[in-house]
């Protein structure tokens, strides 16, 4: 029944050790999309890729970085996390296509130490 | 630009007694709105969107949400919560031909019994 799937749930890492999360779908959506989501604030888009087009938010770190290698997989890899990109990382799916909703996944939490 | 500005950051009610919250939002152009809910830990779930039409829009879990375009408003109602609503309830919007959704600051919602 799982839609968009992200792994792992839980994520430790080093300060400056990179890291990398997973997000799949089985939907076949044309975009996915990675939110940022800091302790008790909304959502905030960090990029998404249409198809194979990505699409950068101007205000996004140029320590984010994301991989999209087939239509059901997209993967965020910080290359040097700091102690404030602690996060829930929040990976999205949409068809593309007018009225569209975008489906989220359960998250994955990072903790950076 | 485009924003979403959530009145109320939390909202205490006690168990069976309906409940609003309140969802204003600013665009130049038509947009789509939505609500979205998240418990803690988890991603985020649609209860609802408008997207065209009707003004007054039913969700899943009993909630509904009507479109006000004079007053650039959005609230979501419930005429009697269950401890169960309890959670960040989240309104976005997203302007007609972008992917991108914006999101209001939340609002934490809590359920007395």
């Known amino acids: 029944d799982a839609m968009v799937i992200q792994n792992p749930r839980y994520q430790v890492t080093q300060f400056g050790k990179p890291v990398t999360l997973s997000c799949s779908q089985t939907?076949?959506?044309?975009?996915m999309y990675w939110y940022q989501q800091k302790s008790s604030q909304a959502p905030k888009l960090l990029f998404h890729y249409y198809d194979k087009d990505f699409n950068n938010e101007a205000d996004t770190p140029d320590n984010f970085q994301s991989r999209r290698p087939n239509t059901s997989f997209c993967f965020l890899d910080i290359r040097s996390p700091g102690l404030g990109d602690a996060a829930m990382y929040l990976c999205?799916?949409?068809?593309?296509?007018?009225?569209?909703?975008?489906?989220f996944g359960p998250g994955t939490r990072l903790l950076v130490l | 630009a485009q924003s979403v500005t959530q009145l109320d950051s939390q909202v205490p009610v006690f168990e069976e007694a309906p409940v609003e919250l309140r969802c204003n939002y600013s665009?130049?152009?038509?947009?789509?709105l939505f609500w979205y809910v998240q418990y803690p830990n988890q991603g985020l779930q649609l209860l609802l969107k408008?997207?065209?039409?009707?003004?007054l829009v039913k969700g899943i879990n009993g909630f509904e949400a009507e479109f006000n375009k004079s007053q650039t408003s959005f609230h979501l109602r419930k005429p009697s919560v269950h401890i169960s609503d309890t959670a960040e309830y989240f309104c976005?919007?997203?302007?007609?031909?972008?992917?991108?959704?914006?999101f209001g600051q939340g609002t934490r919602l809590t359920i007395n019994p």
């Open positions: 939907l076949n959506h044309n975009v």
């Open positions: 665009s130049s152009v038509s947009v789509y």
């Open positions: 408008y997207l065209s039409g009707s003004t």
């Open positions: 976005a919007l997203r302007q007609t031909g972008a992917q991108k959704l914006v």
């Open positions: 999205a799916t949409s068809s593309g296509q007018g009225t569209e909703t975008q489906y």
